[in-house]
């Protein structure tokens, strides 16, 4: 782990001695480069280490950013049976750095696939109610069901997402017996994925390459 969730407790000591491991075991692979697919260990990574630690001796990467050069420069094509999905922008990957476009022009490249936001999205986006492991009460479930609500009433089938935490936290709600009560179920049907399952399903062979 990052050590996102012991900074956010207030366990500082034990996150700078787990921020330690992590740098001491990427210094020993030489990586030049880390790529991120959780939008809580991209921004601990890139706000927290470097004010505890310095200057990190490596870039550090969200994949969505990388899948969208990927795509911009065509090298990853990319398709699928059609479907409507939304997208679900993490705090820590929106809010916290800035990032909205890039899922979305990766979203926006697989054939098939059309995007319908929900009435609060970008930076307008709400929390999918629980930013760690510690705090899930009857007020985030609250949020995470009006969160699906919102999702729901876009006639999306899939709700994507680049935080594993959303999609457990969403996913958690959806399967909740108190869901039920809510009005969700069992009217209520939706898919929620992980960005970088989605574009891993989406992917196209093209075969062997040749030079």
């Not at 109610?129 to 919102?150: V, Y």
């Not at 999306?156 to 399967?175: D, N």
Request: glycine share 8%; net charge negative.
């Amino acid at each position: 782990c990052c050590g996102h969730d012991l900074y956010w407790s207030g366990d500082t000591d034990s996150f700078k001695r787990l921020a330690e491991l992590n740098l001491e075991a990427i210094a020993r692979s030489g990586a030049r480069k880390v790529v991120f697919t959780c939008a809580e260990g991209y921004a601990t990574f890139k706000m927290e280490y470097p004010r505890y630690f310095g200057p990190l001796s490596f870039e550090v990467r969200h994949l969505s950013e990388l899948l969208a050069e990927e795509v911009s420069q065509g090298r990853l094509q990319l398709g699928g049976p059609e479907r409507r999905i939304t997208y679900q922008d993490p705090c820590r990957l929106g809010r916290a750095m800035g990032i909205y476009e890039a899922p979305r022009q990766v979203l926006g490249a697989i054939a098939g696939l059309e995007l319908v936001e929900m009435e609060r999205h970008g930076s307008e986006a709400v929390c999918c109610g629980s930013s760690q492991w510690l705090n899930c009460t009857s007020a985030t479930k609250q949020l995470q069901i009006q969160r699906l609500r919102e999702a729901h009433a876009t006639g999306a089938q899939t709700l994507v997402t680049a935080c594993p935490k959303c999609r457990i936290h969403l996913s958690c709600t959806l399967r909740d017996i108190e869901a039920v009560g809510a009005g969700l179920k069992p009217a209520f049907s939706l898919e929620i994925m992980d960005l970088t399952n989605l574009v891993a399903e989406s992917m196209i062979d093209e075969g062997p390459q040749t030079n």
